[in-house]
């Protein structure tokens, strides 16, 4: 079955850095994607890994091993405004007409 | 720029009766994604459209149903509003083939049925 795993919460220090985990077990593999989600809002994208290795991206690095079906997001200098929940998703097959199926998300808090 | 629009943001509904969500993207993008959003579960697919005048299933189709008759229009019905079916909508739209394309989503639509 498909199945997308991360923690449901996590509390990080304001100028600190937080890494998020996401495991999945998918039938297929395209790409990997995290998006952004502040409360009531809709979600916005922050990267994608579809090789192994690291991308970054300003304060934002995200990392993928495709053989351990393991990626995270690295955030770093954080600031109040990263409060928000991050949502792991996968693509989960090469046509394009392929899914993007999402896991639950983390919401993370930032504390002065 | 517009991007994504979703109509209505709020809607209370009765249960038993009907409505239309509409979603319109002006990014000229060919897929389009409606999902529902409940706490503790993250985004579900309800039903998806790779072009204009197709529609397909997603995870969790049961209780709606979608047209897809202008390529920049998605709509999604539900029939007969069950309680179960409070949620917030989303809809997302993407451009291209390339698999790095990300999804663009509305703002969203919160339904409370009673």
């Known amino acids: 079955g498909q199945n997308i795993d991360q923690p449901t919460e996590m509390t990080a220090t304001e100028g600190a850095i937080v890494q998020i985990n996401c495991t999945y077990q998918?039938?297929?593999?395209?790409?990997l994607f995290w998006y952004q989600q502040h409360a009531g809002e809709a979600p916005t994208f922050l990267s994608y890994n579809v090789l192994d290795g690291l991308e970054e991206k300003g304060r934002f690095s995200s990392f993928l091993s495709r053989s351990k079906g393991y990626s995270y997001l690295l955030l770093k200098e954080l600031q109040m405004k990263d409060s928000a929940s991050y949502l792991c998703?996968?693509?989960?097959?090469?046509?394009?007409?392929?899914?993007?199926?999402f896991g639950s998300g983390t919401r993370l808090s930032i504390r002065p | 720029n517009a991007g994504v629009t979703q109509t209505p943001k709020f809607r209370v509904l009765k249960t038993g009766q009907s409505m239309t969500l509409l979603c319109a993207q002006d990014m000229n993008h060919e897929y389009m994604y409606w999902y529902r959003q409940d706490p503790g579960m993250g985004l579900r697919l309800i039903h998806y459209s790779v072009g204009e005048g197709t529609t397909a299933k997603g995870e969790v189709p049961d209780g709606y149903n979608v047209s897809r008759l202008k390529k920049q229009n998605f709509l999604l019905g539900l029939e007969s509003a069950a309680p179960s079916q409070t949620s917030v909508y989303f809809c997302?739209?993407?451009?291209?083939?390339?698999?790095?394309?990300?999804?663009?989503f509305g703002d969203g639509t919160r339904l409370s049925i009673l």
């Open positions: 998918t039938s297929g593999f395209n790409g």
């Open positions: 997302a739209s993407r451009g291209g083939t390339a698999s790095n394309q990300p999804q663009h």
């Open positions: 998703a996968v693509r989960d097959q090469y046509s394009s007409a392929s899914k993007i199926i």
